[in-house]
């Protein structure tokens, strides 16, 4: 019997917020995150039967994932050459090597900042992924939404106090979860 | 919670205040009484310290999340792709 099964129907709670994370990183847009995510999952689908059990849900979808990305990229690559001729078009020499040199060092600059925070930002979604569902939507809609009180209390109906118990035991399991690596 | 008589709590409701806190939603009255729990309370201490810590590091994350209408938009796609292969193989 397979360690790990596969449940659809739970993915999009579960895993939306985590591959939308990975994406868009890479490819720097909102829409085509979300495009690439809804392509996993439908990939996934179409292929659970290959599905062996050995890794977790998440590292398989994660996997499929980056062939996504790995793809999109060989589309828009003939795109991008176009650009990159464009550059070397330009009136004034000098600026245009100058305004080159800027785009290269900012690239660079947050380049590595985002590898830093990727980590971090993947290990904080997965601990998300071990406390209910529920209560990880709402500490998610509170916390990184930055939504206030009244509107989350009235998105999941419930009252300000189940609001911050749920919030405290959900900053607490976080805690825990990050406290060897990270806090 | 009950509002704090002289500034004295218990630990749950300092760790509430605490929560608070972090959200920029205790009072000046709340923040005083967690300073004055503070002194006294280790736990409560190390509770504020390890939640502030965890305030920074979820910032530092940057965590772009889904919106519910973008998770509703995927789910409806899936939806469909899974009902579509549940007629396909009865
Ligand atoms: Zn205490």
Redesign the interface.
């Known amino acids: 019997m397979p360690k790990h099964k596969l449940d659809?129907?739970k993915?999009?709670?579960k895993y939306?917020?985590y591959l939308?994370?990975y994406a868009?990183v890479r490819v720097n847009d909102r829409e085509i995150a979300?495009d690439l995510?809804?392509e996993t999952?439908?990939a996934g689908?179409?292929s659970k039967d290959n599905f062996l059990g050995k890794a977790s849900e998440r590292t398989w979808l994660i996997s499929i994932l980056k062939r996504k990305v790995i793809d999109y990229y060989r589309r828009i690559n003939s795109q991008k050459g176009k650009a990159e001729v464009r550059i070397n078009y330009s009136d004034d020499e000098n600026n245009g090597e100058w305004l080159e040199e800027q785009v290269a060092d900012d690239f660079d600059r947050s380049a590595e900042d985002e590898m830093e925070?990727e980590e971090?930002?993947l290990a904080?979604?997965e601990c998300l992924d071990e406390i209910n569902p529920k209560h990880a939507a709402i500490f998610?809609m509170?916390?990184?939404?930055g939504a206030d009180?009244e509107a989350v209390c009235n998105e999941f109906k419930i009252t300000p106090?189940n609001l911050?118990v749920i919030?405290?035991r959900a900053?607490t399991a976080?805690?825990t979860c990050?406290e060897k690596k990270?806090? | 919670?009950q509002k704090p008589k002289f500034f004295i709590l218990n630990c749950s409701d300092a760790?509430?205040c605490c929560?608070?806190k972090?959200?920029n939603?205790a009072s000046i009255r709340e923040k005083t009484s967690i300073i004055i729990h503070n002194l006294f309370c280790k736990k409560c201490r190390d509770y504020s310290a390890?939640?502030s810590?965890?305030t920074q590091?979820?910032k530092?994350?940057?965590?772009?999340?889904?919106t519910s209408e973008?998770?509703r938009?995927?789910?409806e796609?899936?939806k469909q792709?899974?009902s579509k292969?549940g007629s396909s193989s009865s």
């Open positions: 659809p129907n993915w999009v709670d939306a917020d939308f994370n868009i979300n995510v809804s999952f439908l689908l179409n925070n971090l930002r904080i979604l998610k509170k916390t990184i939404d009180t106090s911050w919030i405290h900053r976080l805690a990050l990270w806090l | 919670m760790a509430n929560d608070k972090e959200y939603e390890k939640n810590k965890l590091l979820i530092k994350a940057r965590i772009k999340a889904c973008e998770k938009d995927i789910k796609k899936l792709e899974i292969q």
